[in-house]
């Protein structure tokens, strides 16, 4: 089994010994139960994981030695989804499996016939639950590089994303062309729209294939919000010899 990976600061994985505290230090000891001897991996988030042995436990922090580490480079090419915000908590689920797979950033999206609005009030909140979400999600899935979860996105910012976008596509259940069929760039930046579980409106439509985007299917079946983004990344990862 792959060694748990815990968060800290670039800063402190530069020496030969790191102290994990604070709230990732009190999981590793108290929850994790690490011990003496055991290995653990440590990043940055931004693509520094360093490989370590602990060295000492308490209920409060790890004591580690590092034994190596790496610098990985951002992959190419860079995979972005918008997602549609999805009712209740299937908004945190699309998040998490995205993560898990490899998705490299997504871009929360008020869609017009999305059930769920993120009121003035609430956005922050909501948006906390995603990226605290993704934060975790990352751990598990043992990622070296956080995905970014972008601020909440109106549909004429979603429309400019596209437009610098080197491949930029939109499910849509009634396009002519599979996804399967799209041969994605080898670098920049690749954007997939996801709609809400009621429909891309025609005016949305309208406003992404003006900006550049193509329409496209992911098969005979219509997918949920919360799970159509995870499997167009899942073809698009595969195709673009990232998996």
Do not use: Y
Not at 183 to 197: D, L, T
Not at 227 to 240: D, E, K, M, Q, Y
């Amino acid at each position: 089994m792959s060694p748990p990976v815990f968060l800290t600061e670039t800063a402190s994985l530069e020496g030969d010994h790191v102290v994990l505290g604070g709230a990732e230090g009190r999981h590793a000891a108290t929850v994790k139960r690490l011990r003496p001897g055991e290995r653990v991996d440590l990043t940055d988030g931004a693509g520094l994981l360093a490989e370590c042995v602990v060295v000492t436990a308490d209920r409060t922090a790890l004591t580690l030695d590092v034994l190596a580490r790496h610098r990985r480079p951002a992959p190419e090419p860079r995979l972005v989804v918008v997602q549609a915000l999805p009712k209740g908590d299937r908004g945190e689920l699309a998040v998490e499996t995205m993560t898990e797979v490899g998705v490299d950033e997504i871009v929360p999206w008020a869609a017009a016939r999305c059930v769920t609005q993120w009121r003035p009030e609430r956005r922050e909140k909501a948006l906390g639950r995603w990226r605290a979400t993704a934060r975790e999600a990352a751990k598990q899935a043992r990622r070296d590089r956080l995905p970014e979860v972008a601020d909440l996105a109106a549909t004429a910012a979603v429309a400019r994303r596209l437009e610098r976008a080197g491949a930029a596509l939109v499910l849509h259940e009634e396009a002519g062309d599979p996804l399967s069929a799209v041969r994605p760039p080898s670098a920049g930046e690749i954007v997939v729209v996801v709609g809400p579980e009621g429909g891309i409106t025609g005016d949305e439509l309208a406003a992404f294939t003006a900006a550049g985007a193509r329409a496209v299917r992911l098969g005979p079946t219509v997918l949920r919000t919360s799970t159509a983004g995870v499997a167009a990344a899942s073809v698009l990862l595969a195709a673009t010899g990232r998996w």
